[in-house]
């Protein structure tokens, strides 16, 4: 292809109106701030890539930032972010599973903590369905339930108890191990690793429609707890070092009964994004949402099969009064017209 | 972007509810008419499990020798076999060998008899060649779920998952197998007055045997292919220690894993490899392939 001269000169005036208006563009608390690309994580887990695409309208339609939407999760995304600074935008990075690598990122200025994600904390536990309680009302803690292994039969050895712990690999897999460990379980009841995320869910799904009791380790928000009522069995008071403990396999103390810790959500960036791009960071500052919101945006991507960017235009629809409060007032505006 | 024509909600919806409602309604009948497959893989697992490492040691070797009636097979399955047992891998080693022969075995009694209809009726093979395609390439995770819901998590699903995916060679081989015996063979047989059932027993699958032992061969090495994806969904084994060497960026595990999966894979490959060889000279072809 030739280059013809028209469109050079064309390029380089632009290039020359752009560095001139940069100064006023700055001042200006709408505006986008880089020309880089600002690209946002879309975790594989249904609330981080609803959020992500929520982020990616409002600082598409409303900042005018050069917006993408990557796939991401947990360690390849927060490794490359540290590593080479993008994706730029973590919208619900759980740093508890990446805690080592995530301090020491924010210690040496590669990465920044912009907000909460999720702003009363995350739930993580042990539960039961909310049936197999009302049949059994003695159940209320973890004690209780492990002194009945006859009521959650092992199909694969119907003499012991079967736990649907976590996938391999996950930090709650470490946990959850040590917590079998540390009460005593191994004589009556099996530990169960579904081998991933979504088996875990068939397998929960599964217990729920056919009204069998079924104990299991999951995590909030998440659709599945919006959709099932399952009941939370107590695990005692949270006991940071002792859970530390737990999830450390270079940790040689034996493992201790803890409650698990409400682990940090937050909306992780690499640095320059801070730098370069005020307004957006500040944005981002604002956008924490509770566990009850979260849950409420996901029933509805769940019952009517909605995919992430669906979920993401249908928040912005209904929410209004929620997302109005992150953004100024002329950016609201242009995010409306854009939803049609 | 293309045009809305229908709504697909209302299509997704009811394959949502409809798998809910096998689940709640058909969940017993199905786990019930898979116990017997479940029951022998828990044989194989245990048998392997309870048999002293030292006889798997010998059994095997013994078995490479059969196959060669050289001393270069030997060495290397002891070799595969010893890093198995000194990386710490034997158990879940035992665990996947449990469920790729079970696999295997359960591909064989199917893909055999579809392998010869397809050879018999070209309808057949019409309508079969398409569905072992979708077999083939359809993201396993798509059917594993609905698997995992119907059946539970565990070795049942994971079990379908690898049939799924290691049957086709098989079946694609055996029909080709047959079709490809020389016509001036079936002619000679047909000469003699053989019936049908003489020829295909006599005469074609035994020529076609070294064909059929290459996709059993293929069988193996892909049923070992999904021992990762099985692990996905709670067989445990190798797979599942390759998982959890991604999962928490311990590469060192994940590769040790790994190459325990390739130790059985150069185990079970060689020695089916070497019976397809001796089978041809057995039958005199080698030389005419």
């Known amino acids: ?260 810790p409400s682990s940090p959500a937050i909306v992780g960036a690499a640095s320059w994004v801070k730098d370069e791009a005020p307004n957006v960071a500040e944005y981002f500052g604002k956008v924490g949402l509770s566990n009850a919101e979260i849950s409420k945006l996901l029933v509805y991507g769940d019952e009517n099969n909605a995919d992430a960017e669906a979920t993401a235009l249908n928040f912005l629809k209904t929410e209004k009064d929620t997302w109005t409060k992150w953004v100024p007032a002329d950016v609201a505006e242009k995010v409306e017209a854009s939803l049609g | 972007m293309f045009p809305e024509i229908i709504d697909t909600n209302p299509l997704r919806n009811a394959i949502d509810d409809g798998l809910n409602w096998v689940v709640r309604n058909w969940g017993d009948g199905f786990t019930a008419a898979a116990k017997p497959l479940l029951d022998f893989l828990n044989l194989v697992q245990h048998l392997l499990l309870a048999t002293p490492w030292w006889l798997i040691f010998v059994i095997l070797a013994g078995i490479a020798w059969l196959a060669t009636r050289r001393w270069q097979l030997p060495v290397v399955v002891v070799v595969a076999l010893l890093f198995l047992g000194v990386m710490d891998l034997w158990e879940d080693a035992m665990v996947t060998t449990a469920l790729m022969i079970t696999a295997t075995l359960t591909t064989i009694v199917i893909g055999l008899p579809l392998g010869i209809i397809m050879a018999r009726w070209a309808r057949v093979r019409h309508v079969l060649t398409p569905i072992l395609d979708l077999m083939q390439t359809l993201p396993s995770f798509v059917y594993l779920i609905p698997a995992v819901m119907i059946f539970g998590p565990g070795k049942i699903p994971a079990l379908l998952a690898t049939i799924v995916y290691a049957a086709p060679p098989l079946v694609r081989l055996t029909d080709l197998g047959i079709r490809q015996v020389d016509p001036a063979v079936m002619e000679a047989s047909r000469a003699f007055g053989t019936n049908p059932t003489q020829r295909l027993f006599g005469v074609q699958i035994p020529l076609a045997f070294p064909t059929i032992l290459a996709g059993i061969n293929q069988t193996t090495m892909m049923a070992l292919a999904m021992v990762v994806i099985a692990s996905m969904i709670g067989a445990g084994g190798l797979g599942y220690q390759v998982l959890q060497g991604i999962g928490r960026l311990e590469v060192s595990r994940g590769l040790f894993a790994g190459l325990g999966i390739v130790a059985l894979a150069i185990i079970f490959d060689r020695i089916t490899q070497a019976y397809g060889r001796r089978l041809q000279g057995r039958i005199g072809i080698a030389e005419a392939r």
């Open chain 1, 1 to 260: 292809m030739r280059i013809s001269w028209k469109s050079v000169l064309a390029g380089v005036a632009l290039a020359a109106a752009a560095t001139v208006s940069m100064p006023a563009q700055a001042q200006d608390a709408t505006a986008c701030g880089t020309d880089k690309k600002i690209d946002i994580a879309e975790m594989t887990w249904p609330s981080a890539a609803a959020l992500a695409h929520i982020h990616a309208i409002i600082l598409d339609k409303g900042y005018g930032c050069n917006v993408e939407v990557v796939a991401g999760d947990t360690v390849p995304t927060s490794a490359s972010m540290l590593a080479r600074g993008t994706p730029a935008v973590a919208p619900e990075l759980w740093t508890s599973s990446i805690t080592r690598q995530w301090n020491e990122g924010l210690d040496d200025g590669s990465v920044v903590e912009l907000g909460d994600a999720i702003t009363d904390g995350t739930i993580e536990g042990w539960f039961i369905p909310r049936y197999t309680q009302e049949a059994n009302p003695e159940l209320k803690t973890v004690q209780d339930v492990i002194a009945h292994p006859e009521l959650f039969p092992d199909p694969e050895e119907p003499d012991q108890g079967r736990f649907y712990s976590c996938p391999p690999g996950w930090t709650c897999e470490l946990a959850g191990t040590a917590l079998f460990e540390a009460l005593d379980m191994d004589a009556t009841w099996n530990l169960f690793s579904p081998g991933s995320g979504g088996a875990l869910a068939a397998s929960i799904s599964r217990a729920f429609e056919r009204e069998e009791p079924i104990l299991f380790y999951y995590w909030g928000p998440t659709a599945l707890l919006g959709k099932y009522d399952a009941a939370q069995l107590d695990l005692g008071e949270v006991k940071p070092d002792v859970y530390a403990c737990n999830t450390d396999p270079e940790c040689e103390d034996p493992p201790g009964v803890t409650a698990y």
